[in-house]
T-cell receptor
Framework: GAVVSQHPSRVICKSGTSVKIECRSL??????MFWYRQFPKQSLMLMAT?????????EQGVEKDKFLINHASLTLSTLTVTSAHPEDSSFYIC????????????????FGPGTRLTVL | AQKVTQAQTEISVVEKEDVTLDCVYE???????LFWYKQPPSGELVFLIR??????QNEISGRYSWNFQKSTSSFNFTITASQVVDSAVYFC?????????????FGTGTRLTVIP
């Protein structure tokens, strides 16, 4: 149990285009999903937290108009990087948390495999 | 403010050696959770353990063991008889009321290299 998938695993795009990353909890319902960014050899930086059916809460310094997050269902959240630029190149990781048990350890974040974004 | 310190940036051991990864945390809360995650070269973070602040029992899972000491605010992780597959970056993390909604505050990670 507690499997989280991300798609795509790797994406290369031109500057100015938008990129959508999907995060799915495969065998549990995620009441909350988190999006992180990780630079090489660094720790994870939380970008935003989203609860199903409500607007995401962004961390200080994260542009909500640039990083659009949608959490439309209990198993799917999407992150769209709009008008991507080379400085947006990074490793993006999502995680999902189920607060009510149901086969996974509650209040524990389970992470997806990550998406490596390269903006040319 | 909450803080997680992993003082060991990189560790190298020879296969079959035991290795301990240190984690020291700071929080003002009496209720909090501590976690360890493994990040192999593939990038995915693998959940290893969650410990709540009221449970100081040490835990063993196969070759892995964890030593939780509230008196020293430490939550150290030991791998016994290390294997090459243990090579990864290991993150210690804290969740308390200050992080909000059980968000995680990560340490900077310890890169473990197991040499065959």
């Amino acid at each position: 149990g507690a499997v989280v998938s991300q798609h795509p695993s790797r994406v290369i795009c031109k500057s100015g285009t938008s990129v959508k990353i999907e995060c799915r909890s495969l065998d549990f319902q995620a009441t909350t999903m988190f999006w992180y960014r990780q630079f090489p050899k660094q720790s994870l930086m939380l970008m935003a937290t989203s609860n199903e059916g409500s607007k995401a809460t962004y961390e200080q310094g994260v542009e909500k108009d640039k990083f659009l997050i949608n959490h439309a269902s209990l198993t799917l959240s999407t992150l769209t990087v709009t008008s991507a630029h080379p400085e947006d190149s990074s490793f993006y990781i999502c995680s999902a948390r189920e607060a009510r048990g149901g086969g996974v350890i509650p209040d524990t974040q389970y992470f997806g495999p990550g998406t490596r974004l390269t903006v040319l | 403010a909450q803080k997680v310190t992993q003082a060991q940036t990189e560790i190298s051991v020879v296969e079959k050696e035991d290795v301990t990864l240190d984690c020291v945390y700071e929080t003002r809360d009496t209720t909090y959770y501590l976690f360890w995650y493994k990040q192999p070269p593939s990038g995915e973070l693998v959940f290893l353990i969650r410990r709540n602040s009221f449970d100081e029992q040490n835990e063993i899972s196969g070759r892995y063991s964890w030593n939780f000491q509230k008196s020293t605010s430490s939550f150290n992780f030991t791998i016994t008889a290390s294997q090459v597959v243990d090579s990864a970056v290991y993150f210690c993390a804290l969740s308390d009321s200050q992080t909000g909604a059980n968000n995680l505050f990560f340490g900077t990670g310890t890169r473990l290299t197991v040499i065959p």
